[in-house]
Each structure stands twice: as C-alpha cells, then as structure tokens.
C-alpha cells in the first residue's frame, strides 16, 4: 500500500507555545490530505481539509485560528497548534487518498500524540 | 449527516475462531465503505475498500462484504491469531459530504 508518514509521532511542549506536525505521502502525489484529532478511546473527528495550493476547509468548531494549515507542495501538508492549551492535548492524525479523493483508498500517517503541560 | 455505528465495541475470542464485526451506516448514498485496523498509540492501517457497486472484497483471512440497502457491512476474520488484536474501525466515504464518516470501533482481543 501507499505510504503516508506523519512526523513527530509523539511531542511535549509548554501550554502558550506553537508546535508543528508534517504529513508527506512518500509514493504518490496528494492534492488533497486530511487532518483528523482522536480522543482516547473514541473514534476519529475530522478537523479539515488540506488542499495543494489553496485554502483548508476546516469542519464546524474547528477554529482556523489556532489550527494553522498549510499544503505548499503535492506531497507535504503541515498542521500548527498555536498557543497550545493542555485542552488540545490528543492524537493527530493526517490521511491522503491515493486518487486525491475519497473515491479512491484512504491511507494514513502513524499520529502524532501531542501532551500539552 | 451520515452516521456509523460498530456492534459490538469490545470482543474477546480465544485463538483459532472465526469472528463477524458489523458495522451500519445510517445514509445508504456511500460511494465505499473501508475497514482498517488500528494499534494502541499507532495510526490506521487499511485493511479492505469496498466501492458501492461491489458486495464484498477478500484479502487473506480477511473478507468484507457490503449491502447498501440495509445500510450494513461485516468484516470477517478467519482462523483467529493474537496478532489479530487490535481495534477494526469502518468508515463510510459520503459523496454529499465529501468526507469520511467513521465508527466508534470494535476492540479484538485474541487469546491464547
């Protein structure tokens, strides 16, 4: 299958700070990548859409604000937690569809597991 | 708003047994339904995609059917291993949406 690699897999960082998570698809271009958030336990929630070139879609409650997204190239989309809050503690997840769409199978980074103190 | 449910959340089944996990989706229009397994602390890995117009998708010991009309798919795991134990999440991609919709999982464990 594709590969899709998320990079830090796990983060500590002071309540007040930026920290910065990178999504890269390997073997194929993604014109299209998604960001999810997974609380313990529980499913994954999608927080936006990456798109190459233009602006994120973000979900309903998802502030754009503080979850900074950024898809300069067909292969890299980063995601910013500014100011982070020990409430935006949890496990990240990135995905890119091989197809650039949904139709298409879904593949997924490892996470990221972000500890605010 | 399409949602996705994973019956049962938890199962425990001893090494060797064959196990059915369901999974239902509220809004038939899906253009495909795919399985994945996730790992404590890891990400998900893919298991089986299912477009719409097909009824089931084999890999391995693993087979995933699918019938729209009833809003309903079924992962089957043959021969049970421990290094099956994992947590099995279905998803529904929604062509309205323009997203993926997952479920809330089922749990495997396999013993010994």
């Known amino acids: 299958g594709a590969v899709v690699s998320q990079h830090p897999s796990w983060v500590i960082c002071k309540s007040g700070t930026s920290v910065k998570i990178e999504c890269r698809s390997l073997?194929?271009?993604?014109?299209?990548m998604f960001w999810y958030r997974q609380f313990p336990k529980q499913s994954l929630m999608l927080m936006a859409t990456?798109?190459?070139?233009?602006?994120?879609?973000?979900e309903q409650g998802v502030e754009k604000d503080k979850f900074l997204i950024n898809h300069a190239s067909l292969t890299l989309s980063t995601l910013t937690v500014t100011s982070a809050h020990p409430e935006d503690s949890s496990f990240y997840i990135c995905?890119?569809?091989?197809?650039?769409?949904?139709?298409?199978?879904?593949?997924f980074g490892q996470g990221t597991r972000l500890t605010v103190v | 708003k399409q949602e996705v449910t994973q019956i049962p959340a938890a199962l425990s089944v001893p090494e060797g047994e064959n196990l059915v996990l369901n999974c239902s989706f509220t809004?038939?229009?899906?253009?495909?339904l795919q399985w994945f397994r996730q790992d404590p602390g890891k990400g998900l890995t893919s298991l089986l995609l299912?477009?719409?117009?097909?009824r089931e998708q084999t890999s391995g010991r693993l087979n995933a059917s699918l019938d729209k009309s009833s809003g309903r798919s079924t992962l089957y795991i043959a021969a049970s291993q421990p290094g099956d134990s994992a947590t099995y999440l279905c998803?529904?991609?929604?062509?309205?949406?323009?997203?993926?919709?997952f479920g809330t999982g089922t749990r495997l464990q396999v013993t010994l």
């Open positions: 995905s890119a569809p091989r197809g650039g769409s949904l139709h298409t199978e879904a593949f």
């Open positions: 073997d194929f271009q993604a014109t299209t």
């Open positions: 990456s798109n190459e070139g233009s602006k994120a879609t973000y």
């Open positions: 809004d038939s229009a899906i253009y495909n």
């Open positions: 299912i477009q719409s117009s097909q």
């Open positions: 998803a529904a991609y929604t062509g309205t949406a323009s997203k993926l919709t």
